[in-house]
């Protein structure tokens, strides 16, 4: 149907485009990078698309962006002959924010905005820019600097007369209309503000385009300027206007490692990963041989709000010969390092690849175990040479590490050595104890590493099973994380030394245990054979049996479980998910 209809954003909408529009308001030439970001995907995905239906080109087969600017207008538009938005797809891409996410972004915004509101604006704008980075809200970003935008689109593959325009000013409301469009993809027109009319100087946009879209490979193009000027205006009416690309139009990763800077890495980074935020680290590898591709691989500084998602997405685009063939290619990296952001371009896939080809393609098999080493060499030499980063990194994502040892058997001791604890030897509840570091302190005679799980940092340390440990100085790792028991299920030696737990079985604590204090507790069992079978009768089927023990300094009586028994910590971790 061609009416015309106005519709409201979804609720949080409003609030996010406020929210954007204030904290982004510093640096509002990024306005530009997100939107050729946008049509730059939308180019590769019709790439892709015409693989298998060579229809979707039309004629019109050299997919680019183009960047252009109408003076009388007022307004800058960014145009792409990708993929194109039908009315449905309008209403669910830019009517709404990343729809499963918006109850939490909404929810986390509330917060920020509680903290501006208090007079803590620099706090508040902070915080939304996080926010930002976390969620990518990037096509908002047009309200920094638009009164009102106009998205008019057709879907490749419809005809002319189903295209689409949507438009908004920004407050609560759009308008949807069914229009006339000749040509495939997707016009952003922005109606700039009068006080950001900078914006129509075509300089200033190169600029910004060499700034931060150079080295996507889509060519960007504007009108070829009229640097002459003594054509005489009717010559210059007849003429099609002549376009030139203005970015370098090279996929960055291609290139060599030499020829890259830092700001390069960091500028691509944020294409790619829809992150406002630098990256932390990255890895470029170019693999040649009978199965040659090209890695570049980075770590986020911070964690996605729905890394806890089981449906999480992973972060890495696969590539084929140039050619963009998917995101969240979950099969080139392993569950746990889906924080992991990057593109993997492969010259001998076959173009055709599908999700359930990659399923089963020994190739991938080969990329997938080169990826992991890659990054668990990236973060060894985080950890070696540039520590406190990566203690932000271990803050971040290390919970997500600790899923490492379960799902690979092969890497486990170099995981176990990425490992960071809370432990007794600090005071505080930060995670950053190593295991080589609490193997160098080490008593001796002590053959094994102690550790104690409990459902907070504070119950760990409080525990009375930590008694003994204390008044023989004897360090104990403290964990409270969910995923902790099952990182120790997994994981039971490390370097050669057993993983105990404080809390179970008898307590062997070798050559460290007081001779005297053993034999006195020997004797003392049998002394007090009586009493012991007198709790043991009261307690029945709830208890196994009761001990006399030298676990014990200041507290009376402790709960012990069997060696090969499931902890308390675990049975209440596993009766809260419902098990
Ligand atoms: P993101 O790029 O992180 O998904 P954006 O807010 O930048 O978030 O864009 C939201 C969605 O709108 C995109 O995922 C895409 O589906 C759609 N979209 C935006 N711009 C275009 C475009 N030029 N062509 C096709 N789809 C687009
Ligand atoms: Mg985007």
Redesign the pocket.
């Known amino acids: 149907d061609a009416h015309k209809e106005t519709l409201e954003f979804k609720a949080e909408v409003s609030q996010v485009l406020d929210l954007v529009i204030r904290s982004l308001y510093s640096n509002k030439e990024i306005f530009l990078r ?2 050729i ?3 730059s ?2 180019a590769e995905k019709l790439r892709f698309e015409s693989l298998t239906d060579e229809q979707l080109l039309e004629d019109d087969p050299n997919l680019r962006v183009r960047v252009l600017v109408d003076k009388d207008a007022g307004t800058v538009t ?1 145009s ?1 002959n ?4 039908n009315r449905q ?1 309008m209403v669910d ?2 009517g709404s ?2 729809s499963s996410g918006t109850r939490q972004f909404a929810d986390a915004l509330r917060a920020a905005q509680g903290a501006a509101e208090h007079g803590e604006a620099e706090k508040g704008q902070a915080a939304g820019e996080e926010l930002i980075g976390q969620f ?5 970003s047009s309200f920094i600097v638009a009164e009102r935008v106009s ?1 008019i ?1 057709r879907r490749a593959g419809l005809s002319a007369e189903h295209g689409v325009c949507w438009q908004s000013e920004g407050h609560g409301r759009y308008t949807l209309e069914t229009i006339e469009k000749a040509s495939r ?2 016009d ?1 027109v922005l109606h700039l503000k009068e006080e950001e009319k900078e914006f129509l100087d075509p300089w200033r946009l190169r600029t910004i385009i060499g700034k931060f879209s150079d080295h996507i490979a889509m060519p960007v193009e504007m009108l070829k300027e009229d640097l002459g000027g003594d054509e005489d205006e009717e010559k210059q009416a007849d003429k099609a206007p002549e376009f030139e690309q203005v970015n370098r139009g090279t996929a960055l990763w291609m290139r060599n490692k030499a020829e890259l800077s830092d700001d390069d890495y960091k500028a691509f980074y944020k294409h790619i990963s ?1 992150d406002f935020e630098e990256p932390l680290a990255w890895a470029h590898n170019r693999v040649e041989g009978t199965n040659e591709y090209t890695a570049l691989l980075y770590l986020p500084k911070r964690a996605p709000w729905d890394m806890w998602d089981r449906e999480q997405k992973h972060g890495v685009k696969l590539y084929v010969r140039r050619v963009f063939i998917m995101d969240e290619a979950d099969k080139l990296m392993p569950h746990w390092l889906r924080f992991v952001k990057g593109v993997v371009d492969s010259d001998d896939l076959p173009l055709n690849v599908s999700r359930e080809i990659l399923q089963h393609d020994r190739k991938i098999d080969t990329i997938r175990g080169a990826n992991t080493k890659r990054v668990l060499s990236l973060l060894e030499s985080l950890a070696k040479d540039e520590p406190e980063k990566y203690q932000t990194f271990w803050n971040e994502f290390g919970r997500v590490l600790k899923e490492g040892p379960a799902e690979d058997f092969a890497n486990r001791e170099r995981i176990g050595g990425l490992l960071r604890f809370a432990s007794t030897h600090n005071e505080t509840d930060e995670q950053s104890v190593s295991l080589d570091a609490y193997i160098e302190r080490m008593k001796d005679g002590q053959k094994d590493l102690y550790y104690i799980t409990a459902d907070s940092p504070a119950a760990a340390r409080h525990s009375p099973h930590l008694e003994v440990f204390r008044k023989k100085g004897v360090e104990v790792l403290l964990l409270s994380d969910r995923v902790d028991e099952w990182l120790v299920s997994n994981l039971h030696e490390y370097q050669g030394k057993h993983l105990q737990s404080v809390t179970k079985g008898k307590l062997d604590l070798g050559d460290l245990a007081d001779k005297e204090e053993q034999e006195k507790a020997e004797q003392a069992e049998k002394e007090h054979e009586d009493l012991l079978k007198r709790l043991k009768d009261s307690l029945g089927e709830r208890i196994e049996a009761v001990r006399v023990s030298t676990r014990l300094v200041d507290s009376p009586a402790c709960i012990v479980v069997g060696e090969h028994e499931m902890s308390a910590n675990l049975a209440r971790v596993l009766k809260a998910v419902g098990q």
Do not use: K, P, Q, R
């Open positions: 997100e939107l970001s946008n049509a995907d939308a960014v792409d990708g993929i194109g938005i797809e891409t830019i924010i990343a990518g809200v990037g096509f908002y998205v689109s993809g997707t952003v829809h």
